[in-house]
């Protein structure tokens, strides 16, 4: 037996990295998962991970940024398998870049995808959570946000604090109504960290070394296992908490 047997949960951004390591971690303890993302093959391939261990997972084509597609994501999700527990907002367009070089429109999107994405997800799943007697949300934020030195993270590290609010906000409004409302900001061994280690090897290794732990996170065995608890029992008095998966680095205060 699983500890999240019997429960149902969607993934955005499932298709690789952080999200494919949530969703991989939650179906091993028993969760149904619906796989959301913009890409059908990538999905296609960790619904196939998950069948093989006989976990039951289903895929919902979702652009984050658009709230029909969100919208049918979640119909979707609660009549395949009966109902929604669990939501992981892991989907994020990135802005990244010094201020004056960051594009209307890329900051625009990282709000779309970010925040606003997380607003209308919560609010879309709320009434499946209150009609299962409640529910755990985890949203996802970054220790960019911070960092003493902010250059060329500034957007990036706005659109991931107004999530931690939406956070904040979720805990206070609906913990009656046994929802619980989590933020982790993980270092994760994602194909976008795999990509920046290799393209400026240097700099990784002197980020790397401000780790305490050493190293970056693996994405199911750190980061997916640390959401498994984070929305199973144990951690049912946990609310309103941003929690640095980050080996030690950060601090946020």
């Not at 390591?21 to 391939?45: N, P, Q, W, Y």
């Not at 998950?50 to 979640?74: L, M, Q, W």
Request: charged fraction near 20%.
């Amino acid at each position: 037996m699983g500890i999240l047997d019997g429960k149902i949960a969607i993934v955005t951004g499932a298709g690789q990295g952080v999200g494919r390591g949530i969703a991989l971690a939650m179906a091993k303890e028993g969760a149904a998962i619906s796989l959301a993302g913009r890409t059908r093959s990538t999905l296609a391939k960790v619904q196939a991970e998950i069948e093989t261990f006989g976990g039951r997972a289903t895929v919902a084509i979702c652009d984050v940024k658009s709230a029909d597609d969100i919208n049918r994501t979640v119909a979707h999700t609660a009549e395949t398998f009966g109902g929604i527990d669990i939501l992981i907002n892991n989907a994020q367009e990135v802005p990244l870049g010094r201020l004056l070089d960051v594009a209307d429109d890329a900051f625009l999107d990282g709000f779309l995808s970010g925040p606003l994405a997380t607003f209308r997800l919560m609010k879309a799943c709320h009434p499946h959570f209150v009609t299962r007697g409640g529910g755990a949300v985890v949203n996802l934020a970054t220790a960019a946000a911070v960092r003493w030195d902010m250059s060329t993270y500034g957007a990036y590290a706005a659109v991931k604090q107004a999530t931690r609010s939406l956070t904040r906000a979720a805990c206070a409004e609906w913990g009656r109504d046994n929802i619980r409302v989590n933020t982790i900001a993980p270092h994760a061994m994602s194909p976008g960290m795999e990509f920046w280690i290799k393209a400026v090897p240097e700099e990784a290794a002197a980020f790397i070394a401000t780790i305490p732990i050493g190293r970056v996170g693996d994405c199911e065995t750190d980061i997916g296992r640390a959401v498994v608890f984070l929305v199973g029992p144990d951690a049912r008095y946990l609310s309103g908490a941003t929690i640095p998966l980050d080996g030690g680095q950060a601090n946020f205060d």
